[in-house]
Nanobody, 124 residues
Framework: QVQLVESGGGLVQPGGSLRLSCAAS????????VGWFRQAPGKEREGGLC????????YYADSVKGRFTISRDNAKTTVYLQMNGLNPEDTAVYYC?????????????????WGQGTQVTVSS
């Protein structure tokens, strides 16, 4: 059974940083593309913010490029999202999601497995 569990969310001031973790079980992480998505209150879930796969391919949305970094530790079956320069517009529930194979899409419906999400709130 595939399970993804996010952690690391919380309250941070504008300009601050957070690192989110996505612990995966039931899969061989190196065989999957894993992405980070978010959903702000009253809005639809956004397309992938950052996505990476076992071949080393990565994708960053323009809204986070230069501020967010995705990394993975295949031995620990964990994917990380380092978020720097946070602003109030980054406030959302952040989800990790996985699909078998390499990065071919960043749309949420292209991912088969989802975590429960972790809340990130950026506020002074």
């Amino acid at each position: 059974q595939v399970q993804l569990v996010e952690s690391g969310g919380g309250l941070v001031q504008p300009g601050g940083s957070l690192r989110l973790s996505c612990a995966a079980s039931g899969i061989t992480l190196n065989n999957y593309a894993v992405g980070w998505f978010r959903q702000a209150p009253g809005k639809e879930r956004e397309g992938g913010l950052c996505v990476s796969d076992g071949d080393g391919n990565t994708y960053y949305a323009d809204s986070v490029k230069g501020r967010f970094t995705i990394s993975r530790d295949n031995a620990k079956t964990t994917v990380y999202l380092q978020m720097n320069g946070l602003n109030p517009e980054d406030t959302a529930v952040y989800y990790c999601a996985a699909v078998w194979g390499v990065v071919v899409t960043t749309t949420p419906r292209g991912y088969d497995y989802w975590g429960q999400g972790t809340q990130v709130t950026v506020s002074s």
